[in-house]
Structures are given as structure tokens and as C-alpha cells.
RNA sequence: GCAGGGAUUGGGGAGUGGUUAAACCCAGCAGACUGUAAAUCUGCCGCUUGACGGCUUCGCAGGUUCGAAUCCUGCUCCCUGCACCA
């Protein structure tokens, strides 16, 4: 991780990554004067956190770096209601077991991120369960719902487009804003908490949470706000997609989900009109490293330097340096077009549970087993007819070796290392077949 | 509740009795070219077959017909008016 020392205050450093897309009035100051805490929702929506996550992360990180005091929320609370925003239809409820476990999955993932033990401004992690899940609805009304119009709510851009919709929109589903900002105050409180860092799409219940605070706390002695708050972009690629959109969804964080190889591979992929702006965005690298990253990009492009970085970057800083050399090892071997240098175990290691799967030791003695049929089972086609078809046109290999008939019998004989076939379709996919024991 | 409109292969959207596994666009997949890029080009894109072909599809269930995504009946869901309720 390098020092940046080229800033004055992280809002600038913010602002020049692009990272910055609003914030409250006096929020820039405060930060530039103040030792601020500020907090981060997280939604346990799933069991592991997606790159779309990265750059609210990144916030907190950079938050720390300059002294303030990140807080990273998790939403064991909010998450029992399901934030409407940007969602055309009401959300199926989660079990609470669900939740609690995906709390608990998020919780480790943004560990190593923060520093825990810093002297003055350390990290800290909190689950809004504590207070909402025993909160009261009388009181919440009276105390909370009191300051809210139902006109200002329903003007919101999360839940207008729902209320023209025949599904409508559940009151539960509705009352999010309040807890949303009920949560702000909750931090307010109990450790004086006074900013909220999100997505830009969280602006609205980002507000939500200053105007509570200001309702019910009122201004500070000099007539300046309580609590501030501060949106990051929407990010989105050169040709004006979400950012992670990508076959079978974004990439998670959870090596298990997501190899580290994947993850490199994501990066390393990115378009050079992206590279340097998710460089900014996503890498603590400075500003005079960047600079000469985008240098490179515009006088060499075709090296990559950029998306080098920024996938070296990303992949140390969320699998550690571990994870980065496995992933370029990986790299080299597939991407050098010679796979034997990976021994068996390293393929096994270095692929996602997605793309593994096992046979049986008699589905492949005697005759052996169709290539066509393995090559569906282990994920590798729709179907026969798809398998067949790719195969036709040249993109099916297994162990290296491209395979012209779909027939092809796959036996013991193929297996590396007695125990693993790897089927590749394509240049860059690959599905590995597990010997069962 | 009444009247009108609609449900087609991942999405959009043609198709109104046979030549339709179903135009076209997008997405996706493979190949060529490249920088593991973009753009472009080629092929594929229901299941199956080496191929001819076979099979299963057009909300659901029946029916008419030699033959239906296309016609009829019932059902389900959605949209749009009106009414009812306020």
C-alpha cells in the first residue's frame, strides 16, 4: 500500500479519483478541518460481498488513511425489510438464519480492509440488528415516523417508478427510508458518528439521515450542521454499463465464489478508456504512479500496464499476496498456452467451486464417457447439441488438446495426474473434472 | 364486476391455418483479426442426429381441421377504460 502525502485532506484526494459525486453543503470542509467518523451500509443480500462493493470500501479505506474513523455497517436490520431502491418488483423476504449467516460472511470479508487497531482512529464494525430488531413500533412512530411527510417520501427516486407499477410497493418495503436514517441517528448517537458515505443511489436515504439528525439534534452551537453526508459515483464502463456487469453476474469477493484468477482475469480485461479511471477508483496507488500509468496506457496500450496495476492492485488487496501470485501463475500457464506446467492440484486450487465437478471412477473405465456428455456435465455447454456445435467450429478442448469429434471417448488413460480432466471451451474458459474418491 | 387489449424461443419484437423451430434486433457462444483490447467479419444460438431426419415448443387445458403460434371454448395472469367501494 503506498502513502499518499500529494493531499491536503481526503476530500480532495476523493474528488481527483473521480470518487466523489455529492455531497453535503459544508461536508468538504468538515473533512478537510475535522476529524470526522463516518459510516458505510452493507446489505447482506448475498453471502459475500461483489466488486460493486469496492469502491464504498475503498471510501472507508481512504477515510482512515487521513485520520477519520471509518465505520463499516452491516445490515443484519435493514436486511429483515430489503431496500427498494433501483428494483422493479418487491423483494421476497429473507429467513433471518439467511441473513445472520450472510452478516456474518460480510463482517469477514471487510476485515482485512480496515485497521482495527489504530491508536487514534480505528475501525469499527457494527450490525444494525442491535437496535432495529428490538425497536418498537409505537415509539418508532412517534419519535422517528413523526418527521417524515409521506409527500417527501414518495417523491424519492428509489420507490416513484413503483407506485405507477401493478405490484406496487409494500408499506414494508416503503418504511426503509426511516430506517435508514433512524440507523444514522441510531450512530449519531451511540458512537457520534456525523457522516454517511454510499452510492450515489443511496443519496436519498443518505439525506434522509442528515434531516433526522437535524430535526431532532438540531444545528451545533455555530449554527453548522450535525451530520453530513457523501455519495460516491455510479460507476459504469466506457461503453455505459454498471460496472461488474459480467457473465453469471459481478464478481464476488469470496474466493470460493470467485477465484482470485477470475478476479485477476476481470481486471486484466478491462477496457483501455476504463483502465486508468478504476485504477483511481479502486487502488490506493497515487498520483504520480497513476500518472505514469497513463502515460503507458496511451503510448503502449497494447501492454497493459494500466490493467496490470489495477488487477495486481485489486487481487492483493482483497486475496492477499498469496491469492495475487496464484493468479498470475495461473496466468502465465493458461495465457502461455502450455497448462502442464500447472500441477493437478494447482488447477484444482486455482478454479472456483463453479467450475469443478466430479465423475466417478466407473464412468470412465471400460469405454469411458462421451466427450460431448462430460463436457455438459461439468458445465461446459448447455447441451449435447451446444457442445457438439462448438466443438465444430473449433473451441472444445480437453487437456490442452482440441477435440474434433464429440464422440471422443474419455477414459482413465486421459486423466492428468490420475485424477483431474480439464475441458477448455474457448480461449479462456475452463471447467475442471474431479475424480470422486 | 363490465367493456376493450394482450400473453411468442434469455430480453425486445414479427408472425393470423400449411413453404414456421418460428423474421428482425439485442444479449450470449465459437472462430478470424488483434493487445487475453475495442471495432469489424464469419458461423452458431429449443432438444436430438455424423447427416437426411426425428422430437418438443408460441400463458394453461380442451376442441375444430388432413394440418394451428395462427380458428373455437374454458381457465390463469397482465394492461386499459368504466363501475363498485370511498
Partial sequence: MTTNTEFQNVAEDLEWRGALYNATPGATHALATEKITCYIGFDPTASSLHIGNLLPIMGLVRLQQYGHTP????????????????????????????IDANVAAIRLQLEPFLDFEAVSNPARMVNNADWLRQTSLLPFLR???????????????SVKDRFTRDNGISFTEFSYQLLQAYDFMMLYEKYGVNFQAGGSDQWGNILGGVDLIRRIHRADSEGRPRAHGIAYPLVVNASGEKFGKSIGGAPTLDPKQTSPYKLYQFFLNVADADAIPYVKLFTMLNQV???????????????????????????????????LDQALK???????????GLSADEME???????????NRDQLSGEGIRFSELAVSAGAGKSGGDVKRTIQQGGMYLNGEQIEDAGRLVGVE?????RLLVIRRGRKNYSLVKLAE
Avoid at 144 to 157: A, E, I, L, P, Q
Avoid at 330 to 340: E, K
Fill in 330 to 340: 495461473v496466468t502465465r500457464a493458461f495465457f502461455g498456452g502450455d497448462i502442464s
Fill in 349 to 359: 486450487d486455482v478454479l472456483d467451486d463453479s467450475s469443478v465437478t466430479e465423475v
Fill in 143 to 157: 419519535d422517528v415516523g413523526k418527521h417524515f411527510t409521506v409527500n417527501s417520501m414518495m417523491g424519492r427516486d
Fill in 414 to 418: 486421459d486423466l492428468v495426474e490420475g
Fill in 289 to 323: 504512479q497513476i500518472g505514469g500509468l497513463a502515460e503507458a496506457v496511451s503510448e503502449e496500450p497494447q501492454k497493459r500496464e494500466a490493467q496490470r496495476a489495477l488487477a495486481e492492485e485489486v487481487v492483493r488487496t482483497i486475496h492477499g499476496q498469496g491469492g
Fill in 71 to 98: 465505520i463499516a455497517l452491516v445490515g443484519g436490520g435493514t436486511g429483515m425489510i430489503g431496500d427498494p431502491g433501483g428494483r422493479s418488483e418487491e423483494r421476497t423476504l429473507m429467513a433471518i438464519d439467511e
